[in-house]
């Protein structure tokens, strides 16, 4: 089945940009569609619904802003493009914080022309996909399925859907970045409870002497600091699902209370006197082995078998390696939306590099590395866009190395602020070599002004190939 013909909205109140726009457009086999104003503009959206629309900042009666805030409240998903002067920069860049996908100033270049537009094609189409598939997959199967097609991932979701539909307590085994939290949802969004709320707690990432006010709250004077009533995550998830993330991070201290309440289904806060009712469904994951800490005694036992009513075992990436090439293209469409391009795919050997890696940090690192190869592509993904050694500790893309022993000639803030300026230096590169050395474009992909761009490049010595385009003065 062919695919439809991307079809754009032109609108401008001169008929020669009308005409030299359509020209380049259709050369490229989009179909034009034109209005001379705002209010035929309007119209020809709700009747013949463009892919995108290239929108004239200055018209005569509603000029550009007013239709782009009119365009967002018929569609706000349809990618919008300023036509400007370049006297008028600064109001497109004002409208891209109100919505609009990205700019093209005057006089054109034919070769922007298509790129901008193809990639604002691919942007509304990837946000059409994307609320297909969660209108699609809103249940248990949509969270689960979105893991992989895999035989594992089959029996994972078949797992989810037998334990969502009772009450019990749930023990979600897996390695870091697994996808323990993923499949904690999906029971919740399966579950009687799914329009409770959800409310996930990190017991690894809270103070000791601060988990007890931040599970079970405290009231006003409980102790110093304490100058409000604090609702605890009990009482916040109330009805709904309380996850609890590393609970073999608990300490044996709060244990007991915990389990107490677990048996109760009631709990004082901090400082309280009068005990509070709670009704949650708990899940509680860990990549421990919470049966082993209970037999050395650094895990109550009797807690342990409260929470082990059901136990799911979420597999390892390296064990379902079949389902590496279907969570990369997904992990590319997230990552062209976030970062404004339209990277078609993956080589062969970029897929072949893909499957031969272990990934020590599972999904979250595959997703992390596809993120940073999607940002240096230039088309489609390369093995050599891909930097997987330097992003075995998952979520860090970047790593600078610290050669030699600097700490003999340094302190600890000198070599921190060393290794931050090594990456600053790494990504302004990279971003840099992306554009082709047009600042201006780098300056809006990484959210800064054009003067913070070219000051950082001056300092690190970047210099790009392509001469005068390392000027703002070029986009005209």
């Not at 939306?337 to 339209?342: A, D, G, R, S």
């Not at 993956?346 to 190869?373: C, H, K």
């Not at 959210?447 to 005209?476: L, S, W």
Request: glycine share 8%.
């Amino acid at each position: 089945m062919a695919e439809p013909i991307p079809r754009v909205l032109v609108v401008d109140d001169e008929e020669e940009i009308r005409k030299i726009l359509s020209r380049i457009l259709e050369k490229e086999g989009f179909k034009v569609i034109t209005a001379p104003d705002g209010q035929q503009a309007l119209q020809r959206i709700c009747f013949d619904a463009p892919d995108i629309v290239l929108l004239d900042v200055r018209m005569p009666g509603l000029n550009g802003m007013e239709v782009l805030k009119k365009i967002k409240e018929i569609d706000d998903d349809l990618p919008v493009v300023l036509v400007t002067a370049y006297a008028d920069i600064h109001q497109a860049v004002e409208a891209m914080k109100e919505g609009a996908y990205d700019y093209l100033a005057k006089p054109f270049d034919n070769e922007e022309v298509v790129w901008v537009a193809r990639r604002a094609l691919g942007e509304g189409q990837l946000k059409r996909n994307l609320k297909s598939m969660n209108d699609r997959y809103r249940g248990n199967f949509g969270l689960i399925e979105n893991m992989g097609p895999s035989d594992k991932i089959a029996r994972l979701a078949a797992d989810v859907h037998r334990v969502a539909k009772s009450d019990f307590s749930v023990i979600i085994m897996g390695e870091t970045g697994s996808g323990k939290e993923l499949v904690a949802r999906a029971i919740h969004g399966d579950s009687a409870r799914a329009e409770a709320p959800f409310v996930a707690v990190d017991c690894g990432a809270i103070p000791e002497n601060l988990l007890e006010s931040e599970l079970f709250g405290h009231e006003k004077g409980s102790f110093t600091g304490a100058d409000r009533q604090k609702l605890g995550k009990f009482e916040l998830a109330h009805g709904g699902t309380l996850f609890m993330d590393e609970i073999g991070n608990m300490p044996a201290g709060s244990q007991a209370k915990f389990l107490r309440v677990l048996q109760d289904r009631k709990l004082n806060r901090v400082g309280g006197v009068k005990p509070v009712d709670v009704d949650i469904r708990l899940i509680v994951a860990t990549n421990q082995d919470l049966l082993e800490m209970a037999a050395g005694g650094t895990f109550r036992k009797d807690l342990y078998y409260r929470l082990s009513e059901f136990t799911i075992q979420v597999p390892a990436l390296r064990g379902r390696k079949e389902d590496i090439p279907y969570l990369a293209k997904r992990f590319l469409d997230l990552a062209n939306i976030e970062l404004n391009k339209m990277i078609p795919g993956f080589t062969d050997a970029a897929v072949e590099t893909l499957m031969s890696y272990d990934w020590p940090g599972n999904v979250r690192q595959l997703r992390s590395v596809i993120r940073r190869a999607t940002l240096v592509a230039r088309d489609e993904i390369t093995e050599k866009d891909i930097s997987i050694k330097r992003a075995e500790v998952p979520g860090l893309a970047f790593s600078p190395k610290v050669h030699g022993t600097p700490w003999k000639n340094a302190s600890l803030s000198e070599i921190v602020q060393q290794s931050v300026l090594a990456v600053e230096k790494e990504v302004l590169t990279e971003v840099l070599k992306f554009t082709g050395g047009n600042k201006a474009r780098a300056a809006r992909l990484l959210q800064v002004d054009y003067k913070t761009m070219h000051t950082k490049a001056k300092k690190f010595g970047i210099q790009q190939n392509g001469g005068n385009n390392d000027d703002e003065t070029q986009v005209r």
